[in-house]
């Protein structure tokens, strides 16, 4: 079975100040790995992905993601927290045997202060 | 830009009574799903749907949920006999090929 943890379910920085938001996974085969981030009263938006290839990827809204296998970590970054980046980050897990179903962490709240 | 879109946005329904969860996923996708939040927890998968058959369900998923596509745009999610536990968020979400999933806004249900 697999399963996401997030460490840290409330994170706060300063705008300007480097974001990072920490995932850890569990997963019998390879993972397909992604971060997801809900607005309030929004759904449930794609930042990025990693499925196979580069171990470091760009999503939108300048944030990055490095797969690191030997850590079973995911780790989300972006150098410079701005206002609107103040949401919910899910980090998730899937795999090509179980219907690509999605398996999420708790989530972490980021809040940026100005 | 394509979106997935659920109705309604807030369902208030009383403990015992169905309900009936729309979503239209987005036109081309052939793999569709239901997820639910409840306050404060994870956002947990219910059900996969592909070639109008369950492809997989949670242990969540009991014989009061049902999925249906009706008319090959609409995607629905019903609970027969609510309950007080079944007060959560629920998204819908489709999948076109590999890997990405489209979320719509979701649907807050309260039973009372």
């Known amino acids: 079975a697999q399963s996401v943890t997030q460490l840290g379910s409330h994170v706060s920085v300063s705008e300007g100040a480097l974001v990072l938001l920490r995932c850890n996974y569990s997963?019998?085969?390879?993972?397909?790995l992604f971060w997801y981030v809900q607005y309030p009263n929004q759904g449930l938006q794609l930042l990025l992905k990693?499925?196979?290839?580069?171990?470091l990827v760009k999503g939108i809204n300048g944030f990055e993601a490095e797969f690191k296998k030997s850590e079973t970590s995911f780790h989300l970054t972006k150098p410079s927290a701005h206002m609107s980046d103040a949401a919910e980050y899910f980090c998730?897990?899937?795999?090509?045997?179980?219907?690509?179903?999605?398996?999420f962490g708790k989530g972490t709240l980021l809040t940026v202060n100005p | 830009e394509p979106e997935v879109t659920q109705t309604p946005s807030h369902q208030v329904t009383q403990m015992g009574q169905e309900v009936i969860l729309r979503c239209v996923p987005i036109s081309n996708h052939l793999y569709f799903y239901w997820y639910r939040q409840i306050l404060g927890q994870k956002v947990e998968f219910l059900v996969s749907f592909y070639n109008n058959e369950i492809s997989e369900k949670s242990e969540i998923f009991d014989d009061q949920f049902s999925v249906e596509r009706p008319d090959g745009s609409n995607f629905t999610l019903k609970i027969r006999s609510t309950k007080l536990e079944d007060s959560a968020m629920y998204f819908c979400?489709?999948?076109?090929?590999?890997?990405?999933?489209?979320f719509g806004p979701g649907t807050r249900l309260t039973v009372t």
């Open positions: 990693y499925t196979t290839g580069a171990t």
């Open positions: 997963s019998s085969v390879p993972p397909y």
């Open positions: 998730a897990v899937s795999d090509t045997g179980s219907n690509y179903k999605l398996t």
């Open positions: 979400a489709s999948r076109a090929g590999l890997f990405e999933q489209y």
